[in-house]
Nanobody, 122 residues
Framework: QVQLVESGGGSARAGDSLRLSCRAS????????????MAWIRQAPGKGLEWVSA????????DYEDSVKGRFTISRDNAKNTAYLHLNDLKPEDTGVYFC???????????WGQGTQVTVSS
């Protein structure tokens, strides 16, 4: 069973930066972190889940939700079993719980972390 653990959230002011990390573990013997596409999804207070960004298993294709383009950067280090989300020029509307999600490239099984809180004040 794949486990995902997010870290790096916290409180920030508008214009600040944060880096979120998502470390994966618990792979079956026949697979590795590089078999999973990774994504970040957030949930603002009182709202539903919102997809933020995704990166493919090789790390050479990234995609972003329009409101974070140019401000957030997704990356991964397959040697460290870790995905990252760099949040720059934070805005109060970026406040929420940020979850990482892993999708196995063949079976399409997906896994979620427990989330990390990001709070941005104006």
């Amino acid at each position: 069973q794949v486990q995902l653990v997010e870290s790096g959230g916290g409180s920030a002011r508008a214009g600040d930066s944060l880096r979120l990390s998502c470390r994966a573990s618990g792979f079956m013997s026949i697979e590795s972190f590089s078999d999973f596409a990774m994504a970040w999804i957030r949930q603002a207070p009182g709202k539903g889940l919102e997809w933020v960004s995704a990166i493919n298993n090789r790390g050479d294709k990234m995609d972003y939700e329009d409101s974070v383009k140019g401000r957030f950067t997704i990356s991964r280090d397959n040697a460290k079993n870790t995905a990252y989300l760099h949040l720059n020029d934070l805005k109060p509307e970026d406040t929420g719980v940020y979850f990482c999600n892993a999708v196995q490239r063949v079976s399409r099984e997906n896994y979620w972390g427990q989330g990390t809180q990001v709070t941005v004040s104006s």
